[in-house]
């Protein structure tokens, strides 16, 4: 069954770029739209975007100047850098699958805590 | 975005117990709705999908219902395993947006 895990730095400077990176295992990476969604301590998910196993995106443009996703097929990768990060991006990053036919995600990895302090 | 907005924020209910959380959206989603289970620690679980269906896996004491700008999930039959956060999410316009979150505790 598909797996996700993402991976990346645990800590991040202020104005600094975030880069984090989500393996898919076990399954299909071909025509799937992937996600990153966070979630700040104790608060709510917001979705982040999503990109295309080919490589179209759509980003939430509450950060899409600062966003910039990308993906690599031959690994099963996709990654996000979200750039110019102050405390306010601190949060638990999920990746997961962003599955057409249900229109949901249905599969997510456990998430990676990113904190952002200098 | 379209706003989604949960209640109650939170919900005290014993074992057995049936319980319903309300979702409403800021404008009409048809039935492009979803709902997720948190626990603590945990990344979100899928639970129901277009409004109604019932993610493979998971009890049938779940259900799921509503079209346009209002939605229900209701639990019958409470188990212990069942209280967690639950958030609803549409996918009707982008940006995707998540409910608040209904957290539903042991009374």
């Known amino acids: 069954q598909v797996q996700l895990q993402e991976s990346g730095p645990g800590l991040v400077k202020p104005s600094e770029t975030l880069s984090l990176t989500c393996t898919v295992s076990?399954?299909?990476?071909?025509?799937?739209?992937w996600s990153w969604i966070r979630q700040p301590a104790g608060k709510g998910l917001e979705w982040i975007g999503r990109i295309y196993s080919t490589g179209g995106a759509h980003y939430n443009p509450s950060l899409e100047n600062r966003i910039t996703l990308s993906v690599d097929t031959s690994k099963k990768q996709f990654s996000l850098k979200l750039s110019s990060v102050t405390a306010a991006d601190t949060a638990v990053y999920y990746c997961?699958?962003?599955?057409?036919?249900?229109?949901?995600?249905?599969?997510w990895g456990q998430g990676t805590v990113v904190t952002v302090s200098s | 975005d379209i706003q989604m907005t949960q209640s109650p924020s939170s919900l005290s209910a014993s074992v057995g117990d049936r319980v319903t959380i309300t979702c409403r959206a800021s404008q009409s989603i048809s039935t492009y709705l979803n709902w997720y289970q948190q626990k603590p620690g945990k990344a979100p679980k899928l639970l129901v999908y277009?409004?109604?269906s019932l993610q493979s896996g998971v009890p049938s004491r779940f259900s799921g219902s509503g079209s346009g700008t209002d939605f229900t999930l209701t639990i019958t039959s409470l188990q212990p395993e069942d209280f967690a956060t639950y958030f609803c999410q549409q996918s009707y316009i982008p940006p995707r947006t998540f409910g608040q979150g209904t957290k539903l505790e042991i009374k």
């Open positions: 076990g399954g299909s990476f071909s025509d799937n739209y």
């Open positions: 997961a699958r962003d599955f057409l036919g249900p229109d949901a995600f249905d599969i």
């Open positions: 277009a409004a109604s």
